[in-house]
């Protein structure tokens, strides 16, 4: 099973600066990767899939980077409601599909 | 429009039985493979159950659900179920539907807004 860890746990940034989150897998996972939003009491929201695509309707701040093993999630500029839970998620060679633990991103 | 809207949840006893359901509309809902996500309290997102769409063939179930869940799905009625047996505290979560964004693939576009299942005595 491929495992992936995100870093940080928890992010604490402000308003307009620049998000940077993490995730790298226990194996490649080719580009095969998607991330996704999660606000409380909220379904997930797909961002970006195979690696650095944004999903229908994703604001452009939002990009994704990365390859093999190692992935990032970059937020430009944080708007208010960017505050949420986010994971990664990897596809290859599935099942099992796998999740990350969630990076929390946190206002300051 | 895509929904889907699941059903079935609620209190059981550890040991019991509990089966959900997930209401489809808006797309094709046979054409797509259909999938089962859960997520414990304050915790992190768990793959469930995946059943394939009728161009294929297949069901697949996380390990710690194998031999006691069972994913099904009714094309006539755009309905996905998931029957869930011996209930441990484990399996307390919210448990979601969702539909990937092409066929036979597993990356999650649309999901229901879940359905809690709690395991207690």
């Known amino acids: 099973e491929i495992v992936l860890t995100q870093s940080p746990a928890t992010l604490s940034l402000s308003p307009g600066e620049r998000a940077t989150l993490s995730c790298r897998a226990s194996?490649?996972?080719?580009?095969?990767l998607a991330w996704y939003q999660q606000k409380p009491g909220q379904a997930p929201r797909l961002l970006i899939y195979?690696?650095?695509n944004r999903a229908t309707g994703v604001p452009a701040r939002f990009s994704g980077s990365g390859s093999g093993t190692d992935f990032t999630l970059t937020i430009s500029s944080l708007e208010p409601e960017d505050f949420a839970v986010y994971y990664c998620?990897?596809?290859?060679?599935?099942?099992?599909?796998?999740f990350g633990q969630g990076t929390r991103l946190e206002i300051k | 429009e895509v929904q889907l809207v699941e059903s079935g949840g609620g209190l059981v006893k550890p040991g019991g039985s509990l089966r959900l359901s997930c209401a489809a509309s808006?797309?094709?809902?046979?054409?797509?493979?259909m999938n089962w996500v859960r997520q414990a309290p304050g915790k992190g997102l768990e793959w469930v159950s995946s059943?394939?769409?009728?161009?294929?063939?297949?069901?697949y179930y996380a390990d710690s659900v194998k031999g006691r869940f069972t994913i099904s799905r009714d094309n006539a009625k755009n309905s996905l179920f998931l029957q869930m047996n011996s209930l441990s505290a484990e399996d307390t979560a919210v448990y979601f539907c969702?539909?990937?964004?092409?066929?036979?693939?597993?990356?999650?576009?649309?999901w229901g807004q879940g359905i809690l299942v709690t395991v207690s005595s």
């Open positions: 998620q990897q596809r290859v060679n599935w099942p099992p599909i796998t």
């Open positions: 195979d690696a650095s």
């Open positions: 969702a539909r990937p964004t092409t066929i036979d693939y597993a990356q999650f576009d649309y």
């Open positions: 808006g797309f094709t809902f046979s054409l797509y493979n």
């Open positions: 194996q490649s996972v080719s580009n095969y």
């Open positions: 059943i394939s769409g009728s161009t294929n063939s297949y069901m």
